[in-house]
């Protein structure tokens, strides 16, 4: 019988790669949130014409795919935890930036790092999960991991919306996610796995 079962699923939540991977997936989802829900926001406020932000998920899209395009040769050179962590330490940096940045140009050309926003990071952790979790049990990893970041995004847009409001504007939230993004990044660069 492959189906798993509850003793699996338990023996999955002892691994502590896998363990690592729920709070810094969940942490690194969050401080996604204010891209995701309101960079269209930040740039309305901004003056900036609705073309500005089709133009920046247009440029985030196309890098995250260029990324998914390489990754394999990405993991072999740099592995996954460095690969996590790089994604953490730039989005952090993009989203400091994107708090301080008043030009639509630059705004639009800094979404390149959704390459690692996104790409590297998704690329990533599928990847993590696809090592330590045993492939009868892939699917149930797999849900567990998206629980947990489901949960954290959907605090993340409780919170960000308690942000806008009571800052008039989206810049203290993409600073905050800044650094909410330290969080993961320690997590991955000080926890053995």
Do not use: N
């Amino acid at each position: 019988d492959q189906r798993p079962h509850l003793r699996d699923v338990r023996t999955l939540l002892t691994d502590r790669r896998f363990l690592l991977l729920l709070p810094v997936g969940g942490l690194h989802w969050a401080a996604l949130v204010p891209y995701h829900g309101f960079l269209g926001i930040l740039l309305r406020d901004r003056g900036f014409p609705a073309r500005i932000t089709s133009y920046a998920f247009f440029v985030g899209v196309a890098a995250e795919i260029v990324v998914f395009m390489i990754f394999w040769r990405l993991r072999a050179r740099f592995g996954l935890a460095r690969l996590l962590a790089v994604s953490f330490a730039l989005s952090a940096a993009r989203w400091w930036l994107v708090a301080a940045l008043h030009s639509a140009l630059w705004l639009v050309v800094l979404q390149l790092l959704h390459a690692f926003s996104f790409g590297i990071y998704w690329a990533a952790a599928m990847a993590w999960i696809a090592d330590c979790v045993p492939s009868k049990l892939r699917a149930t990893g797999q849900v567990l991991f998206t629980t947990a970041t489901g949960l954290a995004s959907m605090l993340g847009y409780l919170i960000v919306g308690q942000l806008y409001d009571a800052s008039g504007g989206a810049s203290l939230p993409f600073a905050l996610a800044g650094a909410l993004e330290l969080v993961p990044l320690a997590l991955v660069l000080l926890k053995p796995v």
